[in-house]
């Protein structure tokens, strides 16, 4: 019996892990398979997103849902803006990007200190109680958050699928140069798809807020995660980012649940696997050999 409870936690641990790290993953490599920018300011997006929510629940007084709304919209703003100004102009460095994009993600880390401190602070579930399965407790807000993490990532699906946006993306994501001579303007869907990236985020930082504390570094953890999704993976491919997010969410649920005392080397288990796969296949697990095979 306690095998099966064990079995049962690390299932529905894994499945809300990998479903954050997908939508982060993903998102983070929408924007670099289009413009090849690696941000690393991508969680810290998701950051100021749950922060919002919090402002708009205690301080405006606005309904929880309301609230992850005006989050989800002013973050967007923000990030089409930090895009034009600081990434656009040097988005064909690098170096530059990532220097960047790390100091864009600190900076933001720095305002979230000064406003609202260090201390922990929390959201509100939206659906108070639970379920057991198997003297297993299951949260309504733990399911919620795991269907709309999955309706958020079906509806990107049909988006790159089903659209001529999507078609447009995937074709710049491919080449760029022939993407500009069919007549598709390269510059206007790098700056859809950076917002559609951090929209992607801040959805994510409003779905994982009540399951989570909230902490002016809460940004690092994921951050690593992401980026270790997306190498494990193969830079650039959606999806690798799902698969790749779903492994590393399950590792570190295995971790946390069979080894409680080491739990705090959940991160590093991760890593280790990445690193494992990448010995075995440096591109990643749906990545290419040559960048210029893209």
């Not at 709309?148 to 993306?169: D, H, Q, Y």
Request: hydrophobic share 60%.
């Amino acid at each position: 019996m306690r095998r099966g409870t064990m079995l049962l936690d690390i299932l529905i641990s894994g499945l809300i892990s990998g479903s954050i790290y997908a939508l982060l993953a993903i998102s983070f490599s929408l924007i670099y398979g289009i413009a090849r920018i690696v941000n690393l300011a991508h969680t810290a997006f998701y950051m100021v997103a749950s922060y919002c929510i919090y402002l708009g629940i205690y301080k405006l007084h606005m309904h929880p849902v309301w609230g992850m709304l005006l989050s989800v919209i002013i973050v967007t703003l923000f990030g089409l803006i930090s895009y034009k100004l600081f990434m656009d102009p040097i988005r064909e460095h690098e170096a530059a990007v990532l220097i960047g994009t790390i100091a864009l993600a600190m900076a933001m880390q720095e305002i979230m200190l000064l406003i609202f401190t260090g201390d922990y602070l929390s959201v509100p579930a939206l659906i108070d109680g639970y379920f057991k399965i198997f003297s297993v407790k299951v949260f309504y807000q733990q399911l919620l958050t795991f269907v709309v993490a999955l309706s958020i990532l079906a509806a990107l699906w049909v988006l790159l699928i089903k659209t001529r946006l999507g078609l447009a993306i995937r074709s710049t994501a491919e080449d760029r140069e022939v993407a500009n001579l069919m007549g598709m303007d390269e510059s206007r869907v790098t700056m859809i798809t950076m917002g559609i990236s951090v929209a992607l985020a801040a959805l994510t930082g409003a779905v994982i807020a009540p399951l989570t504390t909230l902490s002016p570094f809460m940004w690092t953890h994921p951050l690593i995660m992401v980026l270790a999704v997306v190498v494990l993976g193969g830079m650039g491919s959606i999806k690798g980012s799902f698969v790749g997010a779903y492994i590393l969410g399950f590792a570190e649920a295995i971790v946390v649940f069979v080894a409680p005392m080491g739990a705090y080397l959940k991160g590093s288990v991760a890593l280790s696997i990445m690193i494992l796969v990448l010995l075995i296949r440096p591109e990643g697990l749906f990545g290419v050999v040559f960048e210029e095979e893209r």
